[in-house]
């Protein structure tokens, strides 16, 4: 089968003390759809998304989403699973769609949680932070091992030779939503989802933030209010 150039063949699946705008956790007041940031919502009703929203598992990470990076990061994840999905969808990729939306919620949570260093920096940290609360949501071991190995990879240059779909997708979405890598392959669809929910500048200031956070491991989380 043929491979693009991420090396996806196509085959037959609570630190930031920021504001992301209104939110309201109860899980049974409208959905999350209804009760999420405001600017998160032209992004949760695109269809890829809307279709996921009554997954309790994509529920409890939305959930975690809002706590877990500052808000321009919080939409890069999402754009990250449209762009990724869409890129599934263009080359006929199953993987596991709700597995993913997780592991995208949690992908760079690692650069703004707190704590000691851990091998592998934040990317690491990130695919910590996602198995523990898989773990404690029951996912089995396999599924586990496969999201967090999304996480923990996706800063490498390349996908690994052997990685699974849910690691080549979210690496692929990730790159080209910060860096525009790969955006051939969706002609417009980058552009398309950065007017939907923009973030002005973010490519620079995320940059700097990885920076920061390969010197250090871990950026520390924010003051005591």
Same mark, same amino acid.
């Given at each position: 089968?043929?491979?693009?150039? $991420? ?38 009703? %695109? ?18 989403? $809002? ?5 321009? !990061? ?5 754009? !990250? ?8 969808? !263009? ?20 650069? !703004? ?23 404690? $949501? ?14 923990? %990879? ?16 979210? $690496? ?54």
């Amino acid at each position: 089968m043929s491979a693009g150039p $991420h090396g996806i063949s196509a085959h037959p699946q609570a630190m930031s003390a920021q504001s992301h705008g209104v939110w309201d956790p109860g899980p049974d007041e409208g959905g999350p759809g209804t009760s999420a940031p405001l600017a998160w919502r032209p992004l949760l009703a %695109e269809p890829s998304v809307s279709g996921l929203l009554g997954d309790r598992l994509v529920a409890a990470a939305l959930r975690e989403l $809002h706590m877990l990076v500052p808000p321009r !990061t919080a939409l890069h994840s999402l754009r !990250t699973f449209l762009l990724a999905d869409a890129y599934a969808r !263009t080359r006929g990729i199953h993987y596991d769609r709700a597995g993913l939306f997780v592991a995208t919620a949690f992908h760079d949570s690692g650069l !703004t949680r707190g704590g000691a260093s851990l091998r592998g920096g934040f990317p690491g940290r990130s695919a910590a932070l996602l198995d523990r609360f898989l773990a404690g $949501h029951g996912v089995d071991d396999v599924r586990r091992a496969a999201l967090t190995r999304a996480v923990r %990879e996706h800063m490498r240059p390349r996908p690994a030779r052997h990685a699974g779909p849910e690691a080549r997708l979210l $690496h692929f979405g990730a790159w080209l939503d910060v860096t525009g890598r790969g955006g051939r392959r969706l002609p417009g669809e980058r552009g398309r989802l950065a007017a939907l929910a923009p973030t002005p500048w973010f490519a620079l200031s995320f940059s700097a933030r990885v920076a920061a956070c390969g010197l250090r491991r871990a950026l520390p989380g924010p003051p005591a209010v």
